[in-house]
């Protein structure tokens, strides 16, 4: 036994043998001289291994080396970023992306970096000029707002507030509003890190005005007020109004800042959802600064907004934590397209959460009957059933929506997900009562075919053709 092995490892190629083979060659004009070689060494030892332990009894041939010096290159480089098809009815999958972008903001991101662009220098002076104005005329316009700013990211955009605006000081917040989203996001630790002393006041179920009043002192600086984003509070409840605590902070010559979350900026009661506090209330109920994300319902890429009183932004722009959370031109290039759908009232047309949203029950109907006709044709037991959809991303807290869903029954149906989950371009369903669940609502239009290939070959191997 000992000895078959030493003849299979005498027979294992060198590297540099294999190296000067044409195929191999190839290899290295598409993947480097450095990589490929890597690549053999690395079969070629799994293989020795494989002989040494007695799993392989035969050597494998030159081809098959390459061949698998070939899929370790694939997989080695194989983007983990990758597109996927959403079929799990949840429009803003945070763990997905969260929002899709429009093709207005496509095509501009796709602009922006196709060259140089304007940055950060002004045109009409031929010198430097400024980032911020990229979204802030925008902004202002569409949120009816003295001044504006943009983050990178929600949770920077609270932590520069709170930075330039209260170190050192004291900041009042209800125990109600001390969240915690997801990735371990707690509002008290951003707080913390702001060089702010956080200060409870009320219950986690009610807090009245009275308590913020009475925690009022010559060291405070602000009440901050944190949108309960993805839990809801019910039953015996109480919490000021946001005029209510504007006129008790104004009185006091406080600041009142409003982390608002979400970035609804339509009605979402309009299409039978509960109504989603908006941006525009926030600042019209006298808060001083307001933030919300860019990529939860206002559809944008990810982003943190400020905006509010010209003074207020004006401090936080000169803080110097504002240039180490600052967007890039990616970002604000596709920030700039969205607010655009906005002004010219074109969101639900051209902002894909939106249309989702905003899709009739009757037309998701319609594609789910026909995507249950086009799996059935593949001998795929495809039914179509009621179900929900949900918002998520932190918005609407347990909100659903009624939706049309494609249902598959199969005995193996967790793993027929995995599977669906390894195809080359992923599809994420939801899985309830034994039956693997599509929603049309969540699938964008140009992944459809791709949808329905992916599910039919998965379902029914013998479908390959």
């Avoid at 005498?10 to 190839?26: C, G, I, N, Q």
């Avoid at 019910?234 to 010559?253: K, M, Q, S, V, Y």
């Avoid at 037309?363 to 929900?388: F, K, N, S, Y």
Wanted: aromatic share 4%.
């Amino acid at each position: 036994m000992a000895e078959e092995r030493q003849t299979l490892l005498r027979e294992l190629p060198a590297v540099d043998k294999l190296l000067r083979l044409p195929v191999t060659v190839e290899l290295q004009a598409e993947y480097g001289r450095s990589l490929t070689l890597e690549a053999l060494r690395t079969v070629l030892e799994a293989t020795r291994q494989a002989i040494l332990q007695g799993s392989r009894t035969e050597a494998p041939t030159h081809a098959l080396l390459v061949q698998a010096a070939h899929e370790w290159l694939k997989a080695l480089l194989l983007p983990t970023l990758r597109p996927v098809i959403n079929a799990s009815g949840v429009i803003v999958h945070t763990n997905l992306g969260r929002a899709p972008l429009s093709l207005a903001a496509i095509q501009a991101m796709e602009t922006a970096v196709s060259a140089y662009a304007t940055l950060e220098y002004d045109l009409e002076a031929g010198q430097r000029g400024s980032r911020s104005l990229h979204a802030e005329a925008l902004l202002r316009r569409l949120l009816q707002t003295e001044a504006a700013t943009v983050a990178n990211n929600n949770a920077a955009a609270v932590l520069l507030m709170l930075s330039a605006l209260c170190q050192g000081r004291e900041v009042i917040i209800s125990r109600g509003q001390l969240v915690e989203i997801g990735g371990g996001f707690r509002v008290p630790d951003v707080m913390h890190q702001s060089g702010v002393r956080l200060v409870e006041v009320g219950t986690t179920n009610r807090t009245h005005l009275r308590d913020y009043e009475a925690a009022i002192n010559e060291n405070t600086a602000a009440i901050l007020v944190a949108h309960h984003s993805n839990f809801k509070i019910i039953g015996f409840t109480a919490e000021p109004e946001l005029a209510e605590l504007a006129e008790l902070a104004h009185r006091h010559h406080l600041l009142l800042l409003y982390d608002q979350g979400s970035g609804a900026i339509l009605d979402t009661a309009r299409y039978g959802l509960a109504h989603e506090p908006m941006v525009q209330e926030g600042l019209a109920a006298g808060c001083d600064v307001v933030t919300f994300s860019g990529d939860k319902l206002l559809g944008g890429p990810q982003a943190g907004i400020l905006c509010g009183r010209a003074d207020a932004i004006a401090q936080i722009k000169r803080h110097p934590l504002a240039r180490a959370v600052r967007p890039d031109k990616l970002c604000l290039a596709a920030l700039a397209a969205t607010l655009s759908h906005y002004l010219t009232e074109q969101a639900e047309e051209q902002i894909p959460i939106w249309q989702m949203i905003a899709y009739p029950l009757v037309r998701l109907g319609e594609t789910a009957d026909t995507w249950a006709a086009r799996l059935q044709e593949q001998g795929i037991p495809a039914t179509v059933i009621d179900g929900v959809s949900t918002v998520g991303g932190g918005s609407l807290p347990g909100a659903t929506m009624p939706t049309r869903l494609v249902a598959i029954a199969h005995p193996q149906v967790t793993e027929l997900a995995a599977r669906l989950r390894r195809a080359a371009t992923p599809v994420i369903v939801r899985i309830q009562d034994g039956r693997l669940l599509l929603d049309p609502r969540t699938v964008m239009p140009f992944q459809t075919e791709s949808l329905l290939r992916t599910v039919g070959t998965i379902v029914c191997p013998e479908n390959v053709i």
